[in-house]
């Protein structure tokens, strides 16, 4: 049987307020300070769960008593979910201080509900909100071993029965399948090939007959070691008909809609993981001393420290500019949420390795004031492949790239982008996950921030025109694509192109962030930085860094540290 857990008192505030900031804070406090010995969610107490393998029992009631699971559910069905880029800055406080809790408490639910938001009946939505609301969990349950991320080859089938439909066939790889009340099971329904052949059910897991089914398995994994990643197997086991999610055979159209909005939020939580690997590593630097100085002042070490900054707000504004167009570009988002899935995790991985040759044999020690930079770093592979990987969603873009470039691209009188694209905290309207469509279409808005704006910074704006030219290079081999190059089955070719295309709208992210900012990110440090660091990536030679920006963005690292906020964009207090 699940166990739901017993929720605590909520703090009025948190349950309450709409706006997704002030409950942010709420969290921040309730999470307590991370160098707090006798917090329950302190880093010592986090790393002690994850030595034994498990998630901070304590954390769970405390998120529980917040009543985290209402963040992952429709304001309309009782709960507190409304902006996409709202619930990737809240998740973050609990990404920064465990990236396993942050996964093994909520995201899970949060991705196994989107289907139902997307498809259900009324009365399914209303079942799946009933149970989050309650405490109680959702998984979802697509992974097959044998067929990794290729869901057109499901194993498992749903069979029509006297009693409505038979389950035959396992799921592996399952977070919290061992305890949860209810999962969302990704079926095939038919045995015509094609895209109309599978289905999402939603089963109550603890109303199935004894002897059909078995959810005892664990996978130990080195990264988020605390979550309960486990398997599930159906034995000709009975489910009512009307667990069927939408229409029968429309589940593949269903998963590439939600999949967009996982794609998109997922990335934008997993910034507080190099945030908090940035925060440890500089801890170090300031405090270890060599040549009679500290070694973040040595030149090597204070460049390290200032690229990592600089992309870490580059991964922010790449994946809040992302969850922001699932709201406002509902149409682009297939080709931007794979591009933020794809490009965030590399740039927060390639950060976390030269980090890791800052801090030296210490990145290796699981004891220790900077053990928190091991966890960091063996979760943070592990949640990058979190329902794509990089090969998936390069090949989710690059079947797009010669109509992108035949229309979308360098397009005369085409609109500008919406300021509130860029504004983290602006209004949106509510997410239609019916509108986001399979195709972008050959649509990107977002790219006029490198091709058709100018910038009043002439340091700003010759960036930004190297970037342009990147494009039309970029255009220009994607109209050379030979026909094979054009599908999923792409060679090598394909693939870099849509490395190269990733980097192009992380730097207009950048750029609109920077541009309708107010207050910080006005300062032209930081987006200096940001694109010289995407343009070094891509080989384009942009010159020397100008030494101001430099100075400028270490000097509001170091602020920022002795004043114990966020790394991120949203510069938040910590507890």
């Known amino acids: 049987m699940s166990e739901t857990i017993t929720h605590a008192p909520r703090p009025a505030s948190a349950a309450a307020d709409p706006d997704h900031r002030v409950r942010a804070a709420v969290l ?100 799946a909100a009933d149970i989050l609301l309650s405490g109680g969990r959702i998984v979802a349950a697509y992974t097959e071993l044998a067929h990794g ?26 977070n919290n399948i ?48 605390g979550c309960l990643l486990g398997g599930i197997e159906f034995d000709d086991c009975p489910v009512p008909a009307d667990s069927v999610l939408g229409t029968p055979g429309d589940a593949m159209e269903t998963v590439l809609r939600a999949f967009q909005v996982t794609r998109s939020v997922l990335p934008g939580m997993v910034v507080g993981i190099g945030d908090t690997q940035l925060r440890s590593v500089l801890g170090f630097a300031l405090g270890r001393r060599l040549y009679g100085r500290p070694v973040a002042d040595l030149p090597y070490a204070r460049a390290t420290l200032v690229g990592a900054f600089a992309d870490l707000l580059a991964s922010d504004a790449l994946a809040t500019v992302g969850a922001r167009s699932l709201h406002l570009l509902p149409g682009e988002t297939s080709v931007q ?19 890791s040759v800052l801090l030296g044999a210490r990145s290796y020690l699981r004891t220790g004031p900077h053990a928190v930079f091991q966890k960091a770093a063996r979760d943070l592979p592990v949640v990058s492949l979190a329902h794509a990987g990089s090969a998936v969603c390069q090949a989710t873009i690059v079947p797009q790239l010669p109509r992108l470039a035949a229309r979308g691209w360098f397009r005369p009188g085409a609109e500008a982008p ?28 977002l790219s006029r921030a490198v091709t058709d704006t100018t910038y009043e ?14 494009l039309r290079g970029i255009a220009r081999r994607a109209a050379e694509l030979p026909a094979r190059d054009r599908t999923v089955l792409a060679s090598r070719r394909g693939f870099l192109l849509a490395d190269r295309y990733a980097h192009v709208l992380a730097a207009a992210a950048c750029l609109g962030v920077w541009q309708h900012g107010t207050g910080p990110l006005r300062d032209p440090a930081w987006v200096l930085c940001a694109l010289h660091r995407l343009a070094d990536r891509l080989g384009l030679k942009p010159g020397p860094l100008p030494r101001d920006a430099a100075e400028g963005l270490f000097t509001e690292l170091l602020d920022r540290h002795e004043q114990h906020r966020t790394f991120d964009l949203i510069r938040a207090r910590l507890a």
């Open 28 to 127: 921040e406090r309730l999470v307590g300070p991370a160098d707090d010995p006798a917090n329950p969610l302190g880093t010592a107490a986090v790393l002690d769960a994850d030595e034994r393998g498990e998630l901070p029992a304590e954390g769970e009631r405390l998120l529980a008593g917040y009543g985290l699971n209402a963040e992952f559910v429709p304001a309309a069905l009782g709960g507190r979910f409304t902006a996409a880029d709202g619930l990737a800055h809240l998740m973050r406080t609990v990404f920064r201080r465990d990236c396993s809790l942050g996964i093994g408490y909520g995201v899970t639910s949060f991705i196994a509900g989107l289907p139902v938001w997307a498809s259900g009946s009324a009365e399914q939505q209303r079942r």
């Open 149 to 174: 991320s290729d869901f057109s080859r499901t194993g498992l089938t749903a069979t029509p029965a006297p009693e409505g439909l038979r389950l035959r066939g396992g799921k592996q790889l399952v």
């Open 178 to 225: 061992s305890r949860a009340e209810a999962a969302v099971v990704f079926a095939r329904t038919g045995d015509a090939p094609g895209s109309r052949s599978h289905s999402h059910l939603l089963v109550d897991l603890d109303r199935l007959p004894a002897g059909t089914v078995r959810r005892d398995d664990r996978y130990p994994t080195s990264g988020v070691r």
């Open 337 to 355: 949420s794979a591009a933020v899935k794809y490009l965030v995790p590399k740039l927060l991985q390639d950060s976390s390795y030269r980090l």
């Open 418 to 445: 919406d300021p509130a694209l860029f504004r983290a905290g602006d209004p949106l309207p509510p997410l239609d996950l019916g509108k986001l469509e399979l195709n972008s279409r050959g649509q990107d808005t």
């Open 457 to 470: 910074d002439p340091r700003v704006d010759a960036l930004a025109r190297l970037f342009a030219g990147e």
